[in-house]
């Protein structure tokens, strides 16, 4: 397996949108935070290597070229941004991986039994879900939830982390936090009045053999 030092510094040549749109809430996510929980997923959890792994709102792609870096059977990437997507298929070009494909589409407005189990593995950094998208960071876990077979390994805010264990709960899935890691939003996101840092949790949760891990934020 690629060492997770490599793996961030091959991150860090990942491009990531040129002008991203605030209302989609595309900031990527960092190379170390990629690497970090992409390294975690497969060395604790062997949930990436060989599998059929979704990537749900993959943007420019930091998270499906790591899983593909990692030797997933095929990463497919679903987004709803053209020029994201875009930009991701010339990541994978410069990189020359093959084994990704691209999806786009809403995933608000997803069938529900589309993709139902038809993945092994769900990673995803979806929206936060504040301001003018409430609550879509649920619809994000939710769609993970029905389209994964064994796990889902996602990132939130630490803020939200009773209401998502409220609602794994309540969906009959276990929800464990595997880590917590500070994070800057990027500049293009300065409209926050304070500086926002965060903490991040990666968890695994399971229950019928569902996992997902979360990355939460905090806004000091
Ligand atoms: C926080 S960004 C994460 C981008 C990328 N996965 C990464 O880790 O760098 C969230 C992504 O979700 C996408 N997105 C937002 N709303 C969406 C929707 N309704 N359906 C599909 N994708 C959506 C955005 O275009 C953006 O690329």
């Known amino acids: 397996m690629m060492k997770l030092k490599e793996l961030e510094s091959c991150l860090q040549q990942v491009d990531a949108f040129e002008e991203p749109k ?10 170390h935070i990629a690497a970090c929980m992409l390294y975690t997923i497969q060395s604790t959890f062997d949930d990436i290597e060989g599998k059929l792994v979704a990537d749900l709102g993959c943007g420019c792609g930091v998270l499906s070229i790591g899983a593909a870096m990692l030797d997933a059977g095929l990463c497919v990437g679903f ?17 020359e991986i093959s084994n990704v494909d691209l999806v786009q589409c809403d995933l608000c407005s997803l ?6 189990k038809k993945f092994d593995t769900v990673i995803m950094n979806p929206p936060f879900g504040t301001k003018h998208n409430q609550g879509m960071d649920m619809k994000f876990l939710k769609a993970a939830l029905t389209m994964a077979k064994t796990a889902v390994y996602s990132l939130h805010k630490t803020s939200t982390r009773e209401h998502i264990q409220k609602k794994a709960n309540d969906w009959g899935v276990k929800m464990e936090v595997i880590a917590e890691l500070r994070y800057d939003l990027p500049a293009s996101y300065k409209f926050h009045k304070k500086k926002s840092v965060s ?13 997902f891990s979360s990355r939460y934020f905090k806004l000091y």
């Open 22 to 31: 605030i209302l989609l809430e595309q900031y990527p996510t960092s190379p």
């Open 79 to 95: 987004d709803i941004d053209e020029d994201a997507l875009d930009i991701f298929r010339r990541n994978a070009e410069e990189f």
């Open 111 to 116: 069938e529900p039994d589309a993709y139902a």
């Open 199 to 211: 903490s991040y949790t990666l968890s695994h949760h399971s229950l019928r053999q569902y996992m």
